[in-house]
């Protein structure tokens, strides 16, 4: 009995990827620094909130949204959802690490022989944009996964991504890290199911709160993360 695992996907999830997300804490400095994140326990909150109340209902939906699109060879689709990201990511460090990310993963993925077509289709789309991180992973998880699984992966990404900023700036272990984010699999996984059913037109998320201390986490005095 054989088994394939889908080593693409895996690869496109990968956390580690060299294209920008290390240096982004998306605002949890800032909670930190006011007392708010201060250990194991008030990070598990605070990334379960973020995912289901910012990440899920904004940028899960477009990866959703964009995989169907590209699925169907519909790239005004895509350029679409681009420009309702542009329009959606109010803080301008979000927005801008948004952007550089997509870029940076782009460029990263032309050298993908499996990536490449998909790269190139978004080099060429006509009056093409700074491309969104969420755009970017939506179109080359297109022809890896279904549209539910391309936001489950994306999700998972995302996570360990806060989880690991947050090992860094409380600090807090490895170990609780991990814990953190296998006690987050069911939420994902149940997040990504909700959000699939879902219409690009409902995309976004009010969460003003949240936008302040995006904002605030330039201001601070010293810091370890650009956003």
Do not use: K
């Not at 990070?43 to 169907?68: D, F, H, K, N, T």
């Not at 301008?92 to 870029?103: D, F, K, P, Q, V």
């Amino acid at each position: 009995m054989s088994f394939c695992v889908n080593l693409h996907l895996l690869q496109l999830g990968d956390s580690a990827l060299p294209i920008g997300g290390y240096s982004h804490s998306w605002g949890l400095e800032a909670a930190i620094d006011r007392g708010l994140v201060h250990d194991a326990a008030s990070l598990e909150g605070w990334v379960r909130s973020w995912l289901a109340q910012v990440l899920g209902p904004l940028e899960g939906i477009i990866v959703e949204a964009v995989c169907g699109a590209v699925r169907q060879e519909d790239w005004p689709a895509v350029l679409e959802a681009n420009d309702l990201l542009e329009a959606s990511l109010t803080p301008s460090t979000l927005r801008l690490a948004s952007h550089e990310m997509g870029e940076q993963l782009l460029t990263l993925a032309e050298v993908w022989l499996w990536a490449s077509d998909r790269v190139v289709a978004l080099r060429t789309t006509q009056n093409a944009p700074e491309w969104h991180h969420a755009v970017v992973f939506g179109t080359l998880a297109a022809s890896e996964a279904e549209p539910e699984q391309a936001v489950a992966v994306y999700l998972h990404q995302a996570a360990l991504g806060m989880i690991g900023a947050g090992v860094r700036a409380i600090p807090i272990g490895h170990t609780h890290g991990q814990q953190i984010l296998a006690r987050l699999h069911d939420d994902i996984n149940d997040l990504a199911a909700d959000l699939t059913a879902r219409d690009i037109e409902t995309a976004g998320s009010f969460s003003p709160a949240y936008e302040i201390f995006c904002h605030a986490q330039t201001q601070l005095y010293t810091r370890l993360f650009r956003s």
